[in-house]
């Protein structure tokens, strides 16, 4: 059974940034996709960034294009989102998720952490 555990949030101001780390344990690591979502206040979940089993392949979405970037280290079992510039609207609890066939939207992740809070204040 993979465990996943988020960390890293915390409160900013806008303009700041922030690294999220997330590290994996109980399974193979290199072999899951990897994804980090977020839910804010009043808002549905959102896929904020995917990236493939090597790293090869990453997908955003277009609120965070250009200012977050995924990045994982397999021989660590980690993944991480560098997060710049944040914007109030980042404001959310951010959770990363694995799955060996999962990638992007449109399919269940069967791992996620109990994710971590980051609030952007303006």
């Not at 089993?53 to 397999?74: E, L, M, Q, W």
């Amino acid at each position: 059974q993979v465990r996943l555990l988020d960390s890293g949030g915390g409160l900013v101001q806008a303009g700041d940034s922030l690294r999220l780390s997330c590290s994996a344990s109980g399974g193979t690591f290199s072999s899951l996709n990897m994804a980090w979502f977020r839910r804010g206040p009043g808002k549905e979940r959102e896929l904020v960034a995917a990236i493939s089993t090597d790293g090869a392949r990453t997908d955003y979405s277009d609120s965070v294009k250009g200012r977050f970037t995924i990045t994982r280290d397999n021989p660590k079992n980690m993944v991480y989102l560098q997060m710049n510039n944040l914007k109030p609207e980042d404001t959310a609890i951010y959770s990363c998720e694995g799955d060996r066939y999962c990638f992007g939207n449109g399919c269940s992740y069967a791992y996620w952490g109990s994710g971590t809070q980051v609030t952007v204040s303006s």
